[in-house]
């Protein structure tokens, strides 16, 4: 019985971000449609609540008393909560900016992130050398908020919606000849 309730709250995070990250995705498109918020600046709000409110719940979290273990998860609980603002921020950006290449744009930056989820273990392996010492789990807490808060500002002041101007595929020698396609096409469908 144990595992099993334990088992439920360790997928509470994770129910709350996949619940959450359908309602902040219709929000921003609805921001957007009723041009409450120009793309570019709901991009960005949805951005800094996706990464500053995970920060602040890490932050929180390094400084609980051991014992506060409900209000640990609940914590938890917030933090993938507002991660789920992605679906309205980041998520969207790609094609923002590149509809020809964003499939390449989000390929490059899932690689980047899977390096970083090889390598943090390794570094709390360096530095977390007794699980039970909560100050070293407040220094990983707190590397962790620092990075959230860097995504932020360099989303805020790097960040664009506009098409990006390497998005034109027109004048390329890549791009196949209309004429060629229609030809090929066509003798297929006989």
């Known amino acids: 019985m144990i595992s099993l309730q ?9 129910l709350a971000n996949f619940i959450l990250g359908f309602i902040f995705g219709y929000v921003a498109d609805t921001v957007i449609r009723k041009r409450i918020m120009s793309l570019e600046t709901c991009r960005k709000v949805f951005v800094t609540i ?7 719940c890490l932050v929180s979290l390094s400084f609980l008393p051991e014992n506060a273990t409900i209000l640990s998860c609940v914590l938890m609980v917030l933090h993938q909560s507002f991660s789920a603002a992605y679906q309205g921020g980041i998520s969207m950006s790609y094609l923002d900016i590149s509809p020809n290449f964003c499939a390449i744009l989000m390929s490059i930056t899932n690689a980047v992130c899977t390096i970083c989820d090889i390598v943090v273990p390794l570094l709390v392996q360096v530095i977390v050398t007794d699980e039970s010492n909560k100050s070293q789990w407040t220094i990983i807490f707190l590397i962790a908020a ?6 932020t500002v ?9 098409v990006q101007s390497w998005d034109d595929i027109t004048d390329k020698k ?3 000849d209309s004429d060629d396609t229609e030809n090929c096409n066509t003798d297929i469908n006989k």
């Not at 996706?50 to 602040?56: D, F, H, K, Q, R």
Request: charged residues 5%; positive net charge.
């Open 154 to 162: 360099a989303f805020v002041f790097l960040g664009s919606g506009k």
């Open 6 to 14: 334990n088992g439920v709250v360790s997928s509470l995070p994770f």
């Open 146 to 151: 620092a990075m959230y808060i860097f995504a």
């Open 50 to 56: 996706s990464t500053v409110g995970p920060a602040i």
């Open 174 to 176: 890549a791009a196949v």
